[in-house]
């Protein structure tokens, strides 16, 4: 089974500087997707950013850029220019590209952020 | 547009008492459906996931269980409830296919006392 594991529970940046949260999974598969979700204190879960396991290009969203090493096992999320509505807990997900992509995501535990003014 | 709607917004509830919460899915057909529990404190577990009318499969095996009635219609039950079901349960939808976000709504905090 697919694990998820993000190794930092709570992290601070200060306004307008940069921050990096970690993630690391495990799994047998070549074929699959990973996801950065932010979860505000309204608790709506937000689609951060994908990206998919083939593609060697780390994605970008504006001020938000993934560090993706296949080969570690490892998809980091970087947050430029930080502001105070970034200040979430988040989520990194895995999903299995088995069975037509039809398959649940699989969540780390979460990364709280706090955005220091 | 698609929109996904989840109620009660909040549940207080003794234990032993039953429970039925419902999610709907409006502005699409066919989709995936989900159900994930996320306790204080901790990440998104997933509990159970349907991809079409009367198919539901369970992640974790407990108290709860799942229904899907209507294309559109996903709902989580009990017939006795836990002091641990406690928590916020989220239902989310994704369209069939790869590289398909899962669309997440509002969720219900159940508080079982």
């Known amino acids: 089974a697919q694990t998820v594991t993000q190794s930092q529970p709570e992290m601070s940046v200060q306004e307008a500087e940069t921050v990096t949260l970690s993630c690391t999974y495990d799994?047998?598969?070549?074929?699959?997707?990973l996801f950065w979700y932010k979860q505000p204190p309204s608790r709506q879960m937000i689609l951060v950013i994908r990206q998919e396991a083939y593609k060697q290009q780390n994605a970008t969203e504006n001020r938000f850029s993934v560090n993706f090493q296949k080969a570690a096992k490892s998809f980091s999320l970087k947050i430029s220019d930080s502001q105070l509505g970034d200040a979430a807990m988040y989520f990194c997900a895995y999903r299995s590209g088995f069975r037509g992509g039809n398959t649940p995501l699989v969540f780390g535990k979460g990364t709280r952020l706090s955005v220091i003014a | 547009s698609q929109t996904i709607h989840q109620w009660p917004a909040t549940l207080v509830q003794p234990v032993g008492s039953p429970l039925s919460l419902e999610c709907t899915v409006e502005g699409t057909s066919n989709p995936n459906l989900y159900w994930y529990r996320q306790a204080a404190g901790r990440g998104l577990q997933l509990l159970f996931y349907s991809v079409g009318i009367g198919q539901i499969s369970s992640e974790v095996p407990q108290n709860l269980s799942a229904s899907r009635p209507q294309d559109r219609q996903f709902i989580l039950s009990s017939k006795k409830l836990l002091l641990s079901d406690s928590g916020f349960y989220l239902c989310?939808?994704?369209?069939?296919?790869?590289?398909?976000?899962?669309?997440f709504g509002p969720g219900t905090r159940l508080t079982v006392l």
């Open positions: 989310a939808w994704s369209i069939t296919g790869y590289n398909n976000e899962q669309f």
């Open positions: 799994t047998s598969e070549s074929d699959y997707y």
